[in-house]
C-alpha cells in the first residue's frame, strides 16, 4: 500500500536568521526525516521531524513522531500528533553552563546528522549509526529522541543490539525513570531480551535511584537464575544504598559476592570500612569482624575515631576481647589517646565472654597507665558473678593467682567480689575475703567497707554492722552519705531501732542527705511498728528533695498539720517510742 510522508518544518525568527532544513522523501519501506535546525541565539529553537504513515499500518510505531532540538516530549505511544516549541529566554549563568550547551548544541547536530545518514546505509552501517546516535540520545539524556530512534529501527526492522539497547535503558537511569525503561523493554521483547550484566545495570542504577532495594534483590535473584553476573558497578551502587538503609546484613552479602567474582581491586577497598562502620552501628559482630581482618589487617586500611569507638562498644556489648584488643592497638599504632570508656569497653568485653582474669588485669592496666577508675567501672565484674558462689569463688581464687604473678589486685575488682559475697548472704565468704586485703596489699576505701556493711544488711548481723563502724573510725577512712544510710538501714532490720536517729543526726551534722532508700525503709519501719514520727521522716523525705511515691503514703494514716509542726526534723523528734510502742 501506499505510504506519504509528511515533512514539517517551521522557521521562527526573522529571514535575518541562518536556518538549515533538509527533507527527503521515500516510498515504500524508505524512511523519510526533515530536520530544521535554528541557532541557540534564536528565541524559540525548534527542530521538528514529523513521520505519517497509514491507518491501516501494523506497526507499533506511532502514526507521528516530533523532535524538538531543547525539549522533546511524547503524550504516549499511540499519540497521533505531538510538537513543542520551546521558549529559552534564560542567560547562561556561567561558562560553565555556557560550555555545556555549546557541547549540547554540537551533540545535536550531529545527532542531526546521523538521522540524514542512516536511510543512505547499509544494514551493517546502520547498526553502527544507530549505536552512536543511542549513546548521543543518552548524553543528552533525552528520553523523547530515544523513542524517535526506537521508531525509526522497528521501520527498518533493525532490532538493536546490547550496547544500543543498553544506552536506550540508561537515558531514563540519572532520573529514575523506571516507566521509560519498561516501555523501552516492552518493544524489543520484555524482560527476556535482557541477557547481560551490563543491561541489567542500567535497571538497577535506575532502582537505585528510587531506594528500591528490594526489588534490586530480586533482579539479582532472577540474573542468578539466567547464569548472569552482574558487573561491578551493579554491586558498588547496591552496596552504597544498603549501606545508607544501614542495612549490614544485605551490605555484606554484595560484598561477599564482590570477593567472589575478585570484583575488589585496590581502587574499592575503602568499602570494606563502610562495611565495618555499617556492621559496629547495627552490632553485628560477625561481619565487623570479618570487614576488620580484610580491610584492616590484610589491606592495611585505617578507620577513622568515630569507628573504633563504635567497635570498642560492640566488642563490650558482644564480649569479644579479641576485636576490644586489636582495636586499642590500632589507636596505639595511630597516635591516638585512650580514655576511660575505651578501656572500660575491653574490660567489658572480657566480663562478657567470662575471662575474668583479663578483666581484673584491664583494671590493674588502667591504674598503671594513669586512667582513673570508678566504681562503675568494675560493675561489668559485679554482674558476671551475680550471686553464684561457684563463681565468686573462682574470683577469689583468680585474685589470689595474680597476685603470685605479681601482677597485683586492683581495689576496685576487690570489692566487686567482696559484694558479690555480700549479695549472695555468705557472710563467712566476705570474711574470708576481707582478710586477703593485707595479703594483697591493697588499702581499702571506703567502697570496701560499705560492702562490708551490705553484708551486715543482707545477713541482719547488727553486730558485725557495728564492728565494721568501728573498723572504718580505726582506719581514719570518712564515713560518706552511703555508709549513714547503710547504717540507717541496719538499724531497721533489728527490733530496737533507736540507733537510726542518731546516725540521722550525724548525718544532718555533716551536712549529708540520705539516699532515697535509706528513707522509705525507715518509713516502712516506722508505719509497721505504728510510731507517730512517721509523718515526720516523710516530711523530712520531702525537704531532702524526694517525691513520696504513693505506695509509701498509703501506709500512712493522714494526719495534721499540726502534729507535723512540733518538731523541724526526724533527728529532733525522740518520744522514746520503740518497736512494741
Known amino acids: 500500500m501506499h505510504r506519504l510522508y509528511r515533512v514539517q518544518t517551521r522557521q521562527c525568527m526573522s529571514n535575518s536568521l541562518p536556518t538549515l532544513s533538509q527533507a527527503s522523501l521515500c516510498q515504500g519501506n524508505k524512511l523519510a526525516s526533515a530536520f530544521s535546525y535554528t541557532t541557540r541565539n534564536s528565541p524559540c529553537l525548534e527542530m521538528t521531524s514529523s513521520i505519517v504513515r497509514p491507518t491501516s499500518g501494523t506497526s507499533r510505531m506511532p502514526w507521528a513522531v516530533s523532535v524538538d532540538s531543547h525539549r522533546y516530549g511524547r503524550k504516549c505511544l499511540l499519540s497521533t500528533s505531538t510538537r513543542f516549541s520551546v521558549q529559552n529566554t534564560r542567560k547562561p549563568s556561567n561558562k560553565y553552563q555556557q560550555r555545556q550547551e555549546a557541547t549540547d548544541d554540537i551533540k545535536r547536530r550531529t545527532l542531526a546528522n546521523l538521522f540524514r545518514a542512516i536511510t543512505k546505509e547499509d544494514s551493517a552501517e546502520r547498526k553502527e549509526k544507530f549505536k552512536k546516535a543511542a549513546r548521543l540520545c543518552y548524553e543528552l539524556r533525552d528520553k523523547s529522541l530515544t523513542l524517535q530512534l526506537l521508531d525509526q529501527m522497528e521501520v527498518v526492522n ?14 531514563a537511569a540519572p532520573n529514575g525513570d523506571v516507566l521509560f525503561q519498561s516501555q523501552v523493554l516492552s518493544r524489543v521483547g520484555g524482560m527476556a531480551r535482557l541477557n547481560s550484566g551490563e543491561l541489567y545495570d542500567a535497571l538497577i542504577q535506575a532502582m537505585c535511584y528510587n531506594l528500591e532495594l528490594e526489588r534490586i534483590l530480586d533482579n539479582l535473584d532472577e540474573m542468578e537464575k539466567k547464569g548472569v553476573t552482574p558487573i561491578r558497578t551493579s554491586y558498588i551502587s547496591v552496596l552504597e544504598l544498603a549501606l545508607k538503609f544501614e542495612d549490614a546484613s544485605t551490605s555484606m552479602f554484595i560484598l561477599n559476592e564482590l570477593e567472589k567474582h575478585n570484583m575488589i581491586t585496590e581502587e574499592y577497598q575503602n568499602i570494606y570500612l563502610k562495611v565495618l562502620r555499617c556492621a559496629a552501628l547495627a552490632e553485628e559482630l560477625k561481619i565487623a569482624i570479618h570487614c576488620w581482618d580484610k580491610g584492616v589487617k590484610e589491606f592495611q586500611l585505617t578507620p577513622d575515631h568515630g569507628t573504633m569507638t563504635y567497635l570498642m562498644l560492640l566488642s563490650a556489648k558482644l564480649g569479644s576481647p579479641r576485636l576490644g ?36 588485669s584491664m583494671l590493674q592496666i588502667m591504674d598503671s597507665a594513669g586512667i582513673s577508675t570508678r566504681k562503675e567501672t568494675a560493675l561489668p565484674i559485679l554482674h558476671q558473678l551475680g550471686t553464684n558462689v561457684a563463681s565468686i569463688e573462682k574470683a577469689i581464687y583468680l585474685l589470689k593467682e595474680l597476685h603470685t604473678e605479681g601482677k597485683g589486685v586492683h ?14 548472704k555468705r557472710l563467712d565468704l566476705v570474711k574470708e575475703t576481707f582478710s586477703l586485703v593485707s595479703l594483697f596489699g591493697i588499702k581499702a576505701d571506703i567502697d570496701t567497707y560499705n560492702c562490708l556493711l551490705d553484708a551486715s544488711i543482707f545477713s541482719t548481723d547488727w553486730e558485725y554492722g557495728n564492728h565494721v563502724w568501728d573498723l572504718i573510725k580505726h582506719a581514719k577512712v570518712k564515713p560518706n552519705s552511703t555508709s549513714y544510710s547503710k547504717m540507717v538501714v541496719l538499724c531497721c532490720t533489728q527490733d530496737d531501732y533507736e540507733d537510726c536517729f542518731r546516725y540521722l543526726e550525724e ?3 555533716f551536712k549529708y542527705v540520705p539516699l532515697r532508700g ?7 519501719k516506722l508505719a509497721s511498728a505504728r510510731d507517730d514520727r512517721v509523718h515526720i521522716a516523710i516530711e523530712d523525705m520531702r525537704a ?38
Open 158 to 171: 533493525c532490532p538493536p543490539d546490547d550496547d544500543t539497547l543498553r544506552f536506550m535503558l540508561m537515558v
Open 325 to 360: 584488643s586489636q582495636v586499642l592497638e590500632e589507636m596505639g599504632n595511630n597516635g591516638l589517646a585512650y580514655s576511660e570508656h575505651h578501656l572500660a569497653a575491653l574490660l567489658q568485653a572480657f566480663s562478657m565472654s567470662g575471662d575474668l582474669k583479663g578483666a581484673f
Open 411 to 424: 581495689v576496685a575488682g576487690f570489692n566487686s567480689v567482696l559484694y558479690a559475697a555480700a549479695k549472695a
Open 507 to 509: 548525718m544532718k551534722y
Open 518 to 524: 535509706c528513707y522509705q525503709i525507715l518509713i516502712k
Open 544 to 581: 531532702s528533695g524526694y517525691e513520696v511515691p504513693p505506695a509509701i503514703s498509703a501506709l500512712v494514716a493522714p494526719t495534721s498539720t499540726d502534729d507535723v509542726q512540733q518538731g523541724s526534723g526526724i533527728a529532733l523528734v525522740n518520744k522514746g517510742s520503740t518497736a512494741s510502742q
